[in-house]
């Protein structure tokens, strides 16, 4: 059973430089913080035990039942979400009922394979079941949808493509929520494999206060490069997002999560801090990522 214990990080008032295995980070920090940590070395019958599986038409409360005797194999070839089963925070309301805090996060993964994988941010509860539009929704994602109108969220390199948008997958009286951050290998030659079969590793990093979303992507084992393959402005507070947001992975087929996804690491801002702390999921957590109160980041279909 994943390791499940409470944690609090104190960040204090001045600049931290945080080692995230061979990458290390600057964070610039405003006051104190509190983070929840979740980490995923693989997705298996164990540590998918508090990660839910969900698709159009059903959704499994422990997706660890996906790799039983009985395992409905239909279920891992269809288009779906493998998302963690509590939400973490994503903004809260000030005295006016608007935005006053935003949360930050930074999530990191392995991508092996060639089929595209999504990670999401989508709302505190889950898209509707049996959707005529389905998963992928209405309409694709157009740069149309950025804040300011012009601003691209697309960009490729020779290991991977990067798409940035909305989750269409609530129906069109809700056709963009949350952020989809869609990573699809390319042709280059990566350890692991040549063409899109070898592994990518993936950064994808919100900072709140710039409201400022950047991807990286490098060859697996490689540390994160200086520069973002994609960098582009953008904020989810507010008309798009719950205050707390259910968070994880789509593909066309679960099984593209569950067999191509590795080492994933999700460190995010605890708004609440009530309970005194916030709290490290997942199994054998190495994330030591420490973050202010910043932002926070998603993918799509």
């Excluded at 979400?81 to 999530?107: M, Q, Y």
């Excluded at 350890?191 to 993936?202: I, Q």
């Excluded at 066309?252 to 590795?262: M, P």
Aim: with cysteine.
């Amino acid at each position: 059973m994943p390791r499940s214990d409470r944690m609090t990080r104190l960040v204090p008032q001045q600049l931290l430089v945080v080692v995230v295995g061979a990458a290390a980070i600057t964070v610039a920090t405003a006051s104190a913080a509190h983070v929840d940590s979740f980490s995923y070395p693989t997705f298996d019958a164990t540590t998918t035990q508090d990660l839910v599986a969900a698709t159009n038409t059903s959704i499994l409360t422990s997706a660890s039942l996906l790799f039983g005797h009985d395992a409905d194999f239909n279920f891992n070839r269809t288009e779906g979400f493998i998302l963690l089963s509590r939400t973490v925070d994503v903004w809260r309301a000030g005295p006016g009922g608007g935005p006053a805090r935003e949360a930050s996060f930074n999530t990191s993964f392995a991508l092996s394979g060639a089929a595209p994988v999504a990670y999401v941010v989508l709302r505190d509860s889950y898209p509707p079941l049996h959707g005529t539009g389905g998963l992928r929704g209405f309409a694709n994602y157009s740069a149309s949808d950025a804040e300011d109108g012009a601003t691209p969220r697309n960009a490729s390199s020779g290991l991977a493509s990067v798409e940035a948008g909305p989750v269409r997958s609530y129906g069109p009286d809700d056709p963009a929520i949350g952020l989809n951050v869609t990573v699809t290998p390319t042709g280059g030659t990566a350890p692991g494999g040549g063409g899109g079969g070898g592994a990518r590793a993936v950064w994808i990093e919100y900072d709140a206060a710039k409201h400022r979303l950047s991807v990286y992507v490098a060859a697996a084992g490689e540390p994160r490069p200086a520069a973002a393959l994609l960098d582009a402005r953008l904020g989810l507070a507010g008309r798009r997002t719950t205050e707390t947001a259910m968070v994880g992975f789509f593909a066309s087929a679960i099984q593209d999560v569950l067999v191509g996804v590795r080492d994933w690491n999700l460190t995010v801002d605890r708004l609440d801090t009530s309970e005194g702390g916030g709290r490290k999921e997942g199994a054998a957590c190495w994330v030591f990522v420490l973050l202010a109160v910043l932002g926070s980041v998603a993918a799509t279909a």
